[in-house]
């Protein structure tokens, strides 16, 4: 299995993970310099289910030992959004009926990151007041209604305490061509983001 392209084990990539995370320098974001404490955990598409239960082994792990993780699925988050403006039931009804493209506008105004989204994480961010690392999940889930780009440049200024761990079912890449750019399910290239640190690039 290849898990990621950077390792080859599901083993080896939780056991990477954890040494980082569980390290001082990674939560007292030690070496950073004025950078955001957001690192990108890129997976193949294809594993996303086998990285999906290295994220809750972690997350099980790293609280057993007193380290608190805030795990935010941003899919789960979107239909709470959509439930708590009393739009969910509606958008099950039309689904079937609107065009796709339709689907995704109105998805994508109700869910807009600066004034819905990120707002409604920073909101479970205060009342999770004593967490220390901040996991996002779902990124694939909530394409291509919600950008990763767009979510973590509105999220900069909100989660900037604690390190976030986004895990990205695909690239994030850096070139002197195109500088850096998350590719979401290694096709998609158009999502320019460089301010955060690739997981599998840092050392304990």
Known sequence: MSITNNLNSS???????????????????????????????????????????????????????????????????????????????RLLEIEQTVEKEQLKE???GVLDPETHLVPAIAKKLEEAAGFEVLFLTGVGEVFPYIRSHNVLNNLQSTAKERPTVIFFPGAYTHSIESGASLDLFDRLHDDKYYRAFNIFHCEA
Request: proline share 4%; aromatic share 10%.
């Open 11 to 89: 083993k080896s990539v939780y056991d990477h993970l954890f040494g980082i995370i569980s390290g001082d320098r990674f939560l007292s974001m030690q070496s950073i310099g004025n950078e955001v404490p957001f690192y990108i955990c890129p997976f193949l598409p294809e594993d996303a289910s086998e990285m999906s239960k290295i994220q809750k082994q972690l997350s099980n792990r790293l609280n057993n030992q007193g380290v608190t993780v805030l795990t935010i699925n941003l899919y789960d988050l979107s239909i709470e959004i959509l439930k708590e403006i009393d739009v969910w039931d």
């Open 106 to 108: 109105l998805l994508q």
